[in-house]
C-alpha cells in the first residue's frame, strides 16, 4: 500500500484552504453574535448559510481538488458549516427569548388595577323595601312573622272569616294547587296575600302580640304594567288589650312619615274586608305635591294623577269572628291589622311605571337603586 500521497496536485484551491475556511467560520461568527435582532440574523444567515455564502461557494470547490484531498476539505467545510448552524441556532434561541420577555413587558396589563370596574351585582329594591318598611315596624317593638307561600285554604279564606261561597273570595284570582289524585280542591293554595300570617301567628304566639310578616303572594294575574301573578305585600298585626282605630292610625302614621317623608297626613275611609270590622282604606297625602296639583290651576301631578292622595293599604280592626277562630276572647282583647303591597310602595317611592320591572332580572334595574342596605 503506497503511503498517502502528500504532494499535492498543482490545482489549488485557495478558498478551501484551513485558514480561510476558518476566516469564514470567524466572520460567520462575529456576525451571528452581531446580530441584534430577529431580523438581521435572518440575514446574518442568508449571508454565512445560505447558498451563495463563502461557505458554500467554497464546499462547491471540492469537486476540483485530487480526490485525496477531498475527504479531508469536506470534513472541514463539514465541520466549519455545522459551527456556524449551531451559533445561529442559539444566537436565534438568546433572541426568541429576548422578544419574548420584551413583549411580556410591552404587552403586559396590570390586572390588579380596574377592580372597581367589574360588574358589581345590586340587592333587588323589593328586598331592600321590604326591609326598610320591616325595620319601621320592627323599631316600634314588633316581631317578624313567617308562613308558608303553599298555603291551606283554611288560613287563606276559612279561618279570616270568608265563607266557602263568599264573592270576596272570587276577588282573590286564586291559584288552587292539584290534589295528589289530580283533584282541582285539595284545600292547598298558592297564597293570595299574608293575612293568613295573621291567623298562624295568633294561634301560635302569646298575647299581647305585635308581628309583621313580608311575604310574597300569588294570583292568576297576567303580566303587565300594573299587575303580576308573583308580588309581594307586608302585613301587619297588633292584637292588645284597649287596641283602637287611633292605635291604627298611629302605626299608619308612623310608617308612612319613615318611608315617604315627616309630615305626611294619611287619611282612612271605609271599605270591606271578612276579616277586619271596621275596614278602611289608607291613603296618604301625595309625598310628591302634597295636595298642590289638586288646587285649580295648579300643575298636575303625576304621581298621585292630581288627586293629592295615593292608596297605599288595606288595614281595619280585626274582627272578632277571626279572634274566636283563633281562640282569643274578643271582650277582653282587640285588634288592628293592614296589609301593604311591596311592589306599589316601591312604584309610589321611586317613580316605577311599569312592574314588569321588578320582575325582568335585568340588573341595571337594581343597580339604579345603588347597593341601599
Ligand atoms: N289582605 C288584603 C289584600 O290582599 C289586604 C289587607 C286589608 C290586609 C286589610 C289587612 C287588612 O291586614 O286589615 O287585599
Known amino acids: ?19 480561510e475556511v476558518q476566516r469564514m467560520v470567524d466572520d460567520a461568527l462575529a456576525a451571528v453574535a452581531a446580530a441584534s435582532d430577529l431580523d438581521e440574523l435572518k440575514a446574518v444567515r442568508l449571508a454565512h448559510a445560505g447558498d451563495r455564502a463563502p ?7 471540492i469537486g476540483a481538488l485530487p480526490p485525496a484531498a477531498r475527504a479531508e476539505a469536506g470534513k472541514r467545510i463539514g465541520a466549519a458549516r455545522a459551527a456556524v448552524r449551531t451559533a445561529l441556532a442559539q444566537r436565534q434561541d438568546e433572541l426568541e ?7 411580556l413587558v410591552e404587552e403586559a396589563a396590570d390586572v390588579t388595577l380596574p377592580w372597581d370596574r367589574l360588574p358589581a351585582g345590586a340587592r333587588h329594591p323589593v328586598t331592600t323595601v321590604a326591609e326598610r318598611l320591616t325595620d319601621v315596624f320592627v323599631a316600634m317593638g314588633y316581631e317578624v312573622a313567617e308562613g308558608p307561600e303553599v298555603e291551606d285554604e283554611w288560613y287563606n279564606f ?27 280542591h285539595s284545600g292547598v293554595v298558592l297564597r293570595t296575600h299574608t293575612s293568613p300570617v295573621q291567623i298562624r301567628a295568633m294561634l301560635s304566639r302569646p298575647l299581647p302580640l305585635y308581628v ?22 307586608i302585613e301587619g298585626l297588633a292584637v292588645d288589650e284597649g287596641l283602637t282605630m287611633a292605635d291604627l292610625r298611629g302605626a299608619i302614621g308612623a310608617f308612612v312619615e319613615a318611608m315617604f317623608g315627616a309630615g305626611l297626613r294619611t287619611r282612612l275611609r271605609p271599605d270591606f274586608f271578612p276579616f277586619t ?3 278602611a282604606d289608607v291613603s296618604m297625602e301625595c309625598h310628591v305635591c302634597r295636595g298642590a296639583s289638586t288646587r285649580p290651576g295648579a300643575e298636575p301631578c303625576r304621581v298621585c294623577r292630581s288627586q293629592g292622595w295615593i292608596e297605599i293599604a288595606g288595614a281595619g280592626m280585626v274582627n272578632p269572628r277571626v279572634l274566636v277562630a283563633c281562640g282569643i276572647d274578643p271582650d277582653r282583647y282587640s285588634g288592628f291589622a293592614f296589609g301593604l303591597g311591596i311592589e306599589r310602595t316601591l312604584m309610589i317611592r321611586h317613580g316605577v311605571t311599569d312592574i314588569r320591572d321588578t320582575v325582568d332580572g335585568d340588573v341595571r334595574f337594581s343597580r339604579a337603586f345603588g347597593m341601599e342596605a
Open 1 to 19: 500500500m503506497s503511503a498517502p500521497n502528500k504532494s499535492y496536485d498543482p490545482v489549488e484551491v485557495a478558498t478551501l484552504s484551513p485558514d
Open 55 to 61: 461557505i458554500a461557494l467554497a464546499n462547491a470547490e
Open 97 to 103: 427569548t429576548e422578544r419574548d420577555a420584551r413583549v
Open 158 to 184: 276559612d279561618a279570616l272569616n270568608f265563607p266557602p261561597d263568599h264573592p270576596a273570595r272570587e276577588q282573590y284570582d286564586t291559584i288552587f294547587v292539584a290534589g295528589p289524585d289530580g283533584t282541582a
Open 212 to 233: 309583621v310578616s313580608p311575604g310574597k303572594c300569588f294570583r292568576t294575574d297576567t303580566l303587565d304594567a300594573t299587575h303580576s301573578p308573583v308580588f309581594h305585600q
Open 277 to 279: 270590622e271596621p275596614s
